[in-house]
């Protein structure tokens, strides 16, 4: 199946025909993050949108993850890149949700924000140079793994949604068994390079 998008916030964080399946808790500690400047820049595809990386100032060694999908949605980000012995993932959440103080007055229902709970999703990262080569986890194959074994990676199933509910170092040794598996990671996302950041660009804020 063709990736095609992420929409905006956590609440409508779907990939056209999929749910992606999401952990609670992140990939990474400090000490697995990379920085990696080739990832900074604007890339795009016609069927995968244009996806934007920007440095961070705070937290250090993550990027602003901007996304633009086909039909002109949005979404903001953040996302570190995750080193796990020799494999690279990126582990993506949202940098605002709905109904921040800029926005509260225009939304409707601005009580049901208190529901939203962050969370993160992942990728594996095959390539960077000279095109952008990820793939996500397929969230049927994940849902058949653990129905054969429950006890592969602790999770709860809410409304035909897998949430991880995993520690960090659980989620780690989960990820890494199956990292090669070409049925868990299948969804595949390549995108080529369209802008290059300017060598003189100022990292963004953190805030929005």
């Given at each position: 199946?063709?990736?095609?998008?992420?929409?905006l916030?956590?609440?409508?964080?779907?990939v056209?025909?999929c749910?992606?399946?999401?952990?609670?808790?992140?990939?990474?500690?400090?000490?697995?993050?990379?920085?990696?400047?080739?990832?900074?820049g604007v890339?795009?595809?016609?069927?995968?949108?244009?996806?934007?990386?920007?440095k961070?100032?705070?937290?250090?060694?993550?990027?602003?993850f901007?996304?633009?999908?086909?039909?002109?949605?949005?979404?903001?980000?953040?996302a570190r890149?995750?080193?796990?012995?020799?494999?690279?993932?990126?582990?993506v959440?949202?940098?605002q949700?709905?109904?921040?103080?800029?926005?509260?007055?225009?939304?409707?229902?601005?009580?049901?924000?208190?529901?939203?709970?962050?969370?993160?999703?992942?990728?594996?990262?095959?390539?960077?140079?000279p095109?952008?080569?990820?793939?996500?986890?397929?969230?049927?194959k994940?849902?058949?793994?653990l129905?054969?074994?429950?006890?592969?990676?602790?999770?709860?199933?809410?409304?035909d949604?897998v949430?991880l509910?995993?520690?960090?170092?659980?989620l780690?040794?989960?990820?890494?068994?199956?990292?090669?598996?070409?049925?868990?990671?299948?969804?595949?996302?390549?995108?080529?390079?369209?802008?290059?950041?300017?060598?003189?660009?100022?990292?963004a804020?953190?805030?929005?």
């Open positions: 199946m063709k990736t095609k998008t992420m929409l916030y956590l609440s409508a964080c779907l056209v025909g749910v992606p399946v999401l952990s609670l808790h992140p990939l990474f500690t400090e000490k697995d993050t990379v920085f990696e400047e080739k990832l900074l890339w795009a595809d016609d069927s995968d949108g244009v996806w934007e990386f920007a961070l100032e705070e937290p250090v060694k993550a990027y602003e901007r996304l633009t999908d086909d039909e002109g949605r949005r979404g903001l980000f953040v890149l995750v080193k796990l012995k020799d494999k690279l993932f990126l582990d959440m949202p940098k949700f709905p109904c921040s103080e800029e926005d509260v007055e225009k939304t409707k229902f601005m009580y049901n924000s208190f529901f939203f709970v962050p969370a993160h999703m992942l990728l594996r990262v095959d390539s960077i140079e095109k952008l080569a990820m793939r996500w986890a397929n969230v049927d994940i849902q058949e793994l129905e054969e074994d429950p006890n592969a990676v602790r999770h709860e199933v809410l409304e949604t949430v509910t995993a520690s960090t170092k659980e780690q040794r989960f990820v890494l068994k199956y990292s090669d598996d070409e049925e868990i990671f299948s969804s595949d996302v390549t995108l080529h390079r369209k802008k290059a950041p300017k060598p003189d660009e100022e990292p804020s953190g805030q929005e």
